[in-house]
């Protein structure tokens, strides 16, 4: 009896600590179907997929009806299982999956690829769930060459079951054929979307109030978490919903990640709501109140017209003892021209801090002209109640599509992208279905057409690169020509280096993947391993180019490339790692000890000498297109090095969620503004840049973002005008008032002065400016050496100030 006991209450322990560290939500329903597959497979992220070759779930379909093929070329972004087999259709086929009643998600995987003897680009099919028509006349393959381009699709809907069974039907369209990878049915808590606590959601703006009941299916457009990073399904709550972040660069925006806090969940927001990160990050506008009340805080997202859509806002204060109580951050809520919450508190609405809460609303986005729109979410800081704080805060967005009265969710393919031919020029921009977010956008009404014209350029780039991958994608990989000296690692070796990749090693992140610091064994010195994403859509054949012209570029004021690896499609480089980090922590991190100007003009003069090389060097002709204080390394002897240079830096603009703004973000107040005119990067661009680096170098001052002080004009222009005005010693940082030689600030003010001339051909080329800052150093040197002559030297000093310009 004792040992009854003692095994129950064993088994007891056993099963509440397994529960504890179990996903909050157990699927009742949880099938995934790996089609054209015969077999059992385990997917790299360890869930196991039934091979569909037993017709278990779909007996009734005649044999003849369906086969199963294998794509010809696995692309580096698709993993085996489940994209590398295909079931093809000729014929109507039903996959009849038997389910427990209540809403069911229903994702459906695609990889629109070579099929031996079939023609992917005349596949076009329709696929109905139960009564709802999910897709019409459906090309996985435009849809998939949409800007930017992606190897594979997942749709995901959720589709309610009232009798036990859920229908999945593939009908060809005529003289077509149509075709699946994978198929994914998780059931969900009945609450979670519809039926929800709140009872039913208004239609913003009305009195109309929609019920999402057994008689709506939803797709998915977007799920994102705000302010943090790429979630995939595995880390859900048990769902296994992907959540992608909103943008991994944020300029004058804060991101928050508070993950000591404990997020409180509750009745009305239970733990399967979303995980706990979502809630742990978020995306704020900043400290400035004067600059948060002059923009809104802004996402964009492309959806089809003629719909309804359901928007589920996440929020969470989650900074411990700042915001705890009623009206301390009160902001208005925008969505798509209507204002969803005029007050917004977050505390107030959830009770308090560390505790989540979300926010649902319907908004109809009309039939117009064109068949995508975008949906937008704005939000602005309300100074009515007189609120402590002037800024907003968001953790999560959630966005689905409504079923019409029809029961339809389909919507027009997207047209066709021409076919590669010689001119890349193409008028008409069609829009992505990627999430297109763009983060404290405008300040300016013009940005909008900044914004239009960039991403403009950038599509034109994006599809030159995709048609370099497209028509490079069935060649084998070529391996790096003879003579090449750049060490291959294996993984092993870069595991141990990074501790399989360890978090806290991370020293930088961007949208190609993250920066690691690490040791490699043998090797005495410390090196950079930079990962990048699988998403960042760089081809192995750009990744071997790189390689190779990376290898051959070895210059003292330049980041050298040590090695990479390849191993299991990954896409490594390791390069030198740089002990004191980028020249942007030294001006504006109190921490670190303020340089001199002599210091500063030798750091300027290094990087000068870096962009020289690269414009004139010996391999051939590079323009570096992000100069910036972050990309200015210094090495243990505060050498500097010029970083991030070659095609990998261009991973983020790629990157399949990535917003083509947000590169834009990062470099904005380094743009050329003759790039916007002409479309067109030269070296006289990269001169721009670096001038702008100049007066940074100049004006920084610690502990403030000389950038947020006046977005209006941008920094150029800002100081630009304390140049032209004669003022400029009124912006220099404060530690060097009195200690620059006037004849050297005077030549140093010019050259930032013509670096950022507004045509580029009146800048002067990097060799210039190299001969002309070793000019301001030498003026700075014998000064110093005057002075030191001169009895004390303070006289000089007094005076020096007042001289210039
Ligand atoms: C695949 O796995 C399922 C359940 O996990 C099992 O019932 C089935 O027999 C397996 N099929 C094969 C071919 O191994
Ligand atoms: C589907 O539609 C048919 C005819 O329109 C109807 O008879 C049937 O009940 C519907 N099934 C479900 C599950 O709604
Ligand atoms: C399907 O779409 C393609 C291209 O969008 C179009 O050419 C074709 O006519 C459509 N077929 C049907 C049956 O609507
Ligand atoms: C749909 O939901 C309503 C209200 O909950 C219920 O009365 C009805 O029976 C449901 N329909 C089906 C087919 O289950
Ligand atoms: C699902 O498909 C099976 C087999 O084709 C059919 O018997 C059943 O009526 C269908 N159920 C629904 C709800 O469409
Ligand atoms: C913020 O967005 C709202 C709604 O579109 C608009 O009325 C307001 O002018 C915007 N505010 C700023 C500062 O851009
Ligand atoms: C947004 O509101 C403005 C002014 O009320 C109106 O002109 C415009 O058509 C609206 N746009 C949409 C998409 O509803
Ligand atoms: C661009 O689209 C417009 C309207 O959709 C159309 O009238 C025009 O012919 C298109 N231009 C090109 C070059 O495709």
Redesign the pocket.
């Known amino acids: 009896m004792l040992t009854l006991i003692t095994f129950t209450v064993f088994l007891f322990i056993l099963f509440s600590s397994f529960s504890s560290t179990s996903t909050p939500y157990t699927p009742n329903d949880y099938i995934l179907l790996n089609c054209g597959e015969s077999s059992n497979s385990t997917s790299d992220d360890g869930r196991i997929w039934l091979g569909d070759d037993d017709y278990k779930y779909s007996s ?2 005649p044999k003849t009806s369906s086969f199963a093929s294998i794509a010809s070329y696995q692309d580096f972004s698709v993993t085996r299982v489940p994209y590398m087999t295909a079931r093809i259709f000729h014929d109507k086929f ?1 996959y ?1 999956f038997p389910v427990s009643h209540g809403p069911k998600f229903l994702r459906l995987y695609f990889y629109p690829n070579d099929y031996p003897g079939l023609d992917i680009t005349t596949s076009f099919f329709s696929v109905s769930a ?2 709802y028509t999910l897709l019409h006349n459906f090309s996985a393959y435009l849809v998939s060459s949409i800007p930017p381009p992606q190897a594979f699709i997942i749709k995901e809907f959720i589709i309610p079951v ?2 036990k ?3 999945v ?1 593939f009908t060809p369209s005529p003289n077509s054929f149509a075709f699946v990878n994978g198929i994914e049915v998780v059931s969900m808590p009945t609450n979670i979307y519809m039926g929800h606590n709140y009872g039913s959601v208004k239609l913003l703006d009305t009195n109309y109030l929609f019920v999402l009941d057994n008689t709506t299916a939803l797709e998915t457009m977007c799920r994102l978490n705000v302010g943090g990073r790429d979630l995939s399904n595995v880390d859900d709550t048990g769902m296994f919903r992907t959540w992608n972040e909103d943008g991994p660069y944020s300029f004058g925006v804060t991101q928050i990640f508070q993950p000591e806090v404990t997020i409180t969940y509750t009745l009305s927001t239970p733990a399967y709501t979303a995980p706990e990160v979502v809630y742990k990050t978020s995306r704020s506008m900043g400290p400035n109140a004067r600059i948060n009340f002059n923009y809104n805080l802004t996402w964009f997202f492309p959806v089809d017209s003629g719909f309804y859509y359901f928007v589920r806002l996440h929020f969470c204060e989650s900074i411990p003892d700042t915001i705890t109580r009623v009206n301390e951050r009160v902001f208005t809520i925008f969505i798509y021209n209507h204002t969803a919450e005029k007050a917004m508190d977050v505390i107030a609405a959830s009770g308090g801090n560390g505790i989540p809460v979300y926010k649902d609303y319907v908004v109809l986005v009309p039939h117009s002209s064109s068949s995508t729109q975008d949906l937008w979410i704005a939000l602005h800081p309300t100074n009515e109640g007189r609120p402590m704080f002037w800024d907003a805060i968001l953790n999560g967005i959630e966005i689905f599509k409504l079923s019409n009265s029809d029961g339809s969710l389909a919507a027009p393919n997207p047209e066709a992208q021409p076919v590669p031919k010689l001119s890349m020029v193409q008028q008409n921009h069609s829009k992505s279905s990627q999430i297109k977010v763009i983060v404290g956008a405008t300040v300016l009404g013009s940005i909008v057409f900044l914004l239009l014209l960039l991403s403009f350029i950038f599509w034109q780039r994006i599809k030159q690169l995709w048609y370099n991958m497209k028509s490079s994608n069935r060649r084998k990989v070529s391996p790096l020509s003879e003579g090449i000296r750049c060490k291959h690692f294996s993984l092993v070796d870069i595991l141990n280096a990074t501790n399989n990749f360890d978090d806290a090693l991370i020293i930088g992140r961007g949208g190609f993947g993250n920066v690691y610091k690490g040791q490699i064994q043998g090797m005495q010195c410390e090196v950079a391993i930079k990962r990048l994403n699988s998403k960042s859509h760089q081809g192995e054949n750009e990744f071997w180019t790189e390689i190779e012209l990376l290898s051959q570029l070895r210059y003292i004021n330049l980041v050298s490339l040590i090695g990479y690896c390849n191993d299991s499609h990954e896409m490594i480089l390791v390069y030198d790692y740089m002990a004191n980090g980028t020249l942007r922590d030294h001006l504006y991190n109190c921490d670190n000890i303020p340089f001199s100007w002599k210091q500063r003009l030798q750091i300027c003069i290094g990087a000068a000498r870096g962009l020289n090389y690269l414009h004139s060097g010996a391999v051939k002709r590079i323009i570096h297109r992000d100069v910036k204080t972050t990309n200015i390394l210094l090495d243990e002897k505060w050498v500097a090095k010029v970083s991030d240079f070659g095609l990998s830096k261009m991973g983020p603009i790629f990157t399949a969620n990535v917003p083509i703004t947000t590169m834009v973000k990062g470099t904005f107040g380094y743009m050329d503004p003759e790039y916007f005119r002409r479309l067109q990067l030269t070296e006289k661009s990269d001169v721009y840049s670096f001038g702008v680096v100049l007066l940074e170098v100049l004006c920084a001052r610690p502990a403030v973002d000389i950038r947020l002080e006046d977005e209006q004009i941008g920094l150029a222009g800002w100081a630009l005008k304390c140049v032209e005005n004669e003022t400029i010693e009124q912006i220099i940082d404060p530690y060097l008032q009195g200690k620059i030689a006037p004849e050297s600030l005077r030549v140093f003010a010019e050259i930032a002065r013509t670096c950022l001339h507004e045509m580029g051909v009146e800048r002067p080329t990097m060799s210039d400016v190299v001969g002309m800052l070793e000019f301001a150093l030498e003026l700075q040197e014998t000064a110093e050496t005057k002075e030191a002559v001169e009895v004390g030297g303070d006289t000089i000093q007094a005076q020096t100030i007042n001289d210039v310009v």
């Open positions: 009734s379909n039903i009849s139960n009564n009232t009798n069974v859920l229908n039907t």
